[in-house]
């Protein structure tokens, strides 16, 4: 079964070879008309270009068998048969080897220039290599034999390539499948072809003015209505034509004053002109065609592209625009201008829009004339007032767009609403600021006496330690003074405390007045204090006491509050002395002031 298989295929071409060969010699033995074509050299041609490269042995065999017995019949010898079935393989094998090497593969057909050319040369090559093989076994040797050979078999391939392989793909001969022609439809490929034999056959009958030149128009008409397929259709229309006229041994065009053959000859060089100008045109016009297919699929991209584009601004917010400054031509987004106020109608080109704007454009505007040498992404953030009173900041992203010799020409901007975001960063600031607020008031809850709003004994003793250890380094004086209110629990016995609370703020404030501008007044005990005198000279220490403590003496009873002293002792900072060192000797001096009768003011040793 698979043998039988494989030779169908070979017996097939080699069958069609035949009939075809031999409808071809009947028409010109026996009807008497002119053989333009030789139709069977595209069989052949057909039968190879279909098959694979390995199967075409056996196909060239069964070719080769139908040439031979077509050949005997012929009354040519069984050297003569074989000899011409060789040239005939040889026309096969060349013309589809260059076809193909030509086209790059075997399913493809010609679309381009260089394709047409190419086939135009195989089919040249092809029918060459038949002619020269053909011309020693052949009984006719003179060079219009070998011409009309020659051209026959261009002619034969050419016409009849295109239309059995169209064939092929119409009845669904498709094993090894074959790339279908662009063919137009049936119906107007037929009445195109039978207009053209209408026009062949009128030309070919008028004796007295020649009308060729409108066998030419006709296949430029045909090729540029119908298609590449066209041109094979309107040669085979002509071919038809010419044979009709040829019948009964008839020259095939009347006007031309030579034999039947000549005129044969020279109406095969003339349809071969038609298809060197007919099938580069066929080209042009698969290229345009390919073209305009691309530019309609780049136009669906596009349109798709845009729609998605449109949809993405929507749901994201963004607003395109985009601005030529030689033509003074904008494209805004329907998204664009309702982002600033403006309707959706003035898309996409609402003009001068300055004064759609409700800050009349001034921050937008301004910003892109000083950035007009910028070649980087800038950012513009702007606010509006809307026509209801609301107000909506933007934040656009622009890019200048530059001429080949530098000058800015254009840019092209997208914008986005970012109203809450400036919103919550506004928030956020706020909140911001009052974590600051409130940590700063913690931080000197922490460090203050809540009472008196002096410095508590934590931020007292911190100031201290920084206090003496820049003492320490740059030697700079240093004093500490120490006082406490004197019978201060019997005035909380006598008066409650309320009072007593009222009586260590005033003397919280004495103190405080009394202090210099880089002092440290603080609260460290319940009436105890600690007075710190940075930068002082050790002389003006004891003045300094002594004015303090007159001053409460003198100033605490105000407001009904009742009079009160202190004692105080003050103490100067030694090489060595640490802050707790140096508090020592100021209590020890306190101590001596209370001992020595309270109220007054008494020095460390």
């Known amino acids: 079964m698979d043998r039988l298989t494989r030779l169908r295929a070979p017996l097939s071409a080699g069958l069609i070879w035949m009939l075809t060969a031999f409808a071809s010699l009947w028409l010109s033995e026996s009807g008497g008309a002119v053989l333009l074509i030789w139709l069977p050299s595209a069989v052949a041609v057909v039968a190879l270009h279909t098959a694979p490269v390995r199967r075409w042995p056996g196909m060239l ?7 031979v017995i077509v050949v005997l019949a012929s009354g040519f010898t069984l050297a003569q048969a074989v000899g011409l079935a060789c040239a005939f393989a040889a026309e096969a094998t060349v013309c589809v080897s260059l076809g193909i090497w ?58 009849g390539t295109p239309i059995l392989l169209h064939l092929r793909r119409r009845f669904g001969f498709d094993d090894p499948p074959v790339e279908p022609l662009e063919a137009p439809a049936a119906a107007g490929l037929a009445v195109t072809t039978a207009a053209l034999f209408v026009l062949a056959l009128i030309v070919m009958r008028i004796e007295t003015a020649p009308l060729y030149w409108l066998l030419v128009v006709g296949i430029v008409f045909a090729v540029v209505r119908n298609g590449q397929l066209s041109a094979a259709c309107g040669v085979l229309a002509y071919t038809a034509a010419a044979t009709v006229q040829s019948f009964g041994h008839r020259s095939p065009i009347v006007a031309l004053d030579v ?30 065609t390919r073209l305009e297919a691309q530019l309609r699929q780049q136009n669906l991209e596009l349109n798709e592209n845009l729609s998605l584009l449109r949809l993405a601004e929507n749901l994201a917010g963004i607003g395109r625009w985009q601005y030529d400054m030689r033509s003074g031509r904008q494209i805004w987004s329907e998204q664009m201008l309702e982002l600033n106020g403006m309707p959706r109608e003035l898309a996409p080109d609402p003009g001068d829009v300055r004064a759609q704007l409700p800050d009349g454009g001034a921050i937008l505007f301004g910003r892109i004339a000083r950035e007009r040498e910028t070649r980087e992404p800038y950012e513009i953030e702007y606010p509006l007032m809307l026509a209801d009173g609301s107000e909506r900041r933007l934040r656009l992203v622009a890019r200048n767009q530059f001429d080949p010799a530098g000058n800015r020409v254009g840019l092209f901007a997208v914008a986005m609403d970012v109203t809450e975001r400036v919103q919550r960063e506004q928030a956020l600031e706020r909140e911001r600021e009052r974590a600051m607020q409130l940590a700063i008031v913690a931080q000197k809850q922490a460090l203050t006496d809540q009472l008196t709003g002096l410095a ?68 460290v005990g319940g009436e105890e204090f600690v007075w710190l005198l940075p930068g002082l000279a050790p002389g003006r220490v004891p003045e300094l ?40 000797r100021a209590d020890a001096a306190l101590y001596e002031a209370k001992e020595g009768g309270r109220n007054r003011v008494r020095r460390a040793a």
């Open 456 to 523: 508590n004994r934590r931020c007292t003793l911190e100031r201290l330690e920084r206090l003496v250890a820049a003492s320490r380094k740059d030697g700079e004086p240093l004093a500490a003074v120490m006082f406490d209110i004197d019978h201060f629990k019997l005035i909380n016995d006598s008066f409650g405390h309320a009072t007593g609370d009222a009586v260590l703020v005033r003397v919280g404030e004495l103190a405080r007045r009394e202090a210099r501008g880089g002092d440290l007044i603080g609260r």
């Open 102 to 159: 030509v086209l790059g593969e075997r399913k493809r057909l010609p679309r381009t220039m260089r394709h047409i050319a190419g086939q135009f040369g195989a089919a040249v090559a092809g029918a060459a290599a038949s002619a020269l093989l053909a011309w020693p076994w052949r009984a006719d040797v003179q060079p219009e034999g070998l011409a009309w050979w020659f051209l026959a078999s261009v002619l034969g391939i050419l016409v």
């Open 545 to 584: 006491a002594e004015r303090l403590r007159s001053a409460i003496e003198e100033g605490s009873a105000a407001g009904g509050l009742p009079r009160v002293t202190v004692s105080l002792g003050h103490a100067q900072f030694r090489p060595g002395d640490t802050g707790e060192r140096l508090l020592a």
């Open 259 to 288: 034999a039947p053959f000549q005129a044969g000859v020279w109406l095969q060089i003339m349809m071969l002109a038609m298809l060197a100008t007919a099938l580069p045109i066929a080209a042009i016009l698969m290229a345009r």
């Open 61 to 67: 065999a069964g070719l080769g068998a139908a040439q």
